[in-house]
């Protein structure tokens, strides 16, 4: 896996909601599709080659959070169509809110994994 690619995905797909969420975007994002971590470039890794990796800690822990950061992108999405901007807003640009917290981590922890099976 190219872990540089991943987190170049992770980071374009974040400013592709952020266009959406400022009402930019062409393209109306799907909750279901948000929250399938399956479909990304990380999430059809985890399902094959980073299989071997089911019992390292970090990969445990790097599959959660992926999972969790995808639960997180879709009910902002959710909030995006009920048109609920102020809540939106809270969640974008708190430092602290799950969305952002679940995504720092996810680099964090695809940066570590990288480290400890690249040896």
Same mark, same amino acid.
């Given at each position: 896996?190219? &872990?540089?690619?991943? =987190? +170049?995905?992770?980071?374009?797909?974040? /400013?592709?909601?952020?266009?959406? =969420?400022?009402?930019?975007? #062409?393209?109306?994002?799907?909750?279901?599709?948000?929250?399938?971590?399956?479909? %990304?470039?990380?999430?059809?890794?985890?399902?094959?080659?980073?299989? +071997? *990796?089911?019992?390292?800690?970090? %990969?445990?822990?790097?599959? $959660? !959070?992926?999972?969790? &950061?995808?639960?997180?992108? @879709?009910?902002?999405?959710?909030?995006?169509?009920?048109?609920?901007?102020?809540?939106? @807003?809270?969640?974008?640009?708190? !430092? !602290?809110?799950? *969305?952002?917290?679940?995504?720092? #981590?996810?680099?964090?922890?695809? /940066?570590?994994?990288?480290? $400890?099976?690249?040896?």
């Amino acid at each position: 896996m190219n &872990f540089d690619n991943i =987190i +170049k995905s992770h980071v374009e797909w974040k /400013i592709k909601l952020r266009s959406y =969420i400022n009402g930019n975007s #062409k393209e109306k994002l799907d909750v279901s599709k948000a929250e399938s971590d399956k479909d %990304c470039e990380l999430g059809q890794w985890i399902l094959n080659e980073g299989k +071997k *990796y089911n019992d390292n800690p970090t %990969c445990q822990e790097l599959v $959660e !959070t992926h999972k969790k &950061f995808h639960l997180a992108v @879709g009910e902002i999405i959710r909030k995006v169509n009920r048109d609920d901007k102020e809540e939106v @807003g809270k969640i974008i640009n708190s !430092t !602290t809110s799950d *969305y952002h917290s679940l995504s720092n #981590k996810l680099v964090s922890l695809i /940066i570590r994994l990288r480290k $400890e099976i690249e040896i």
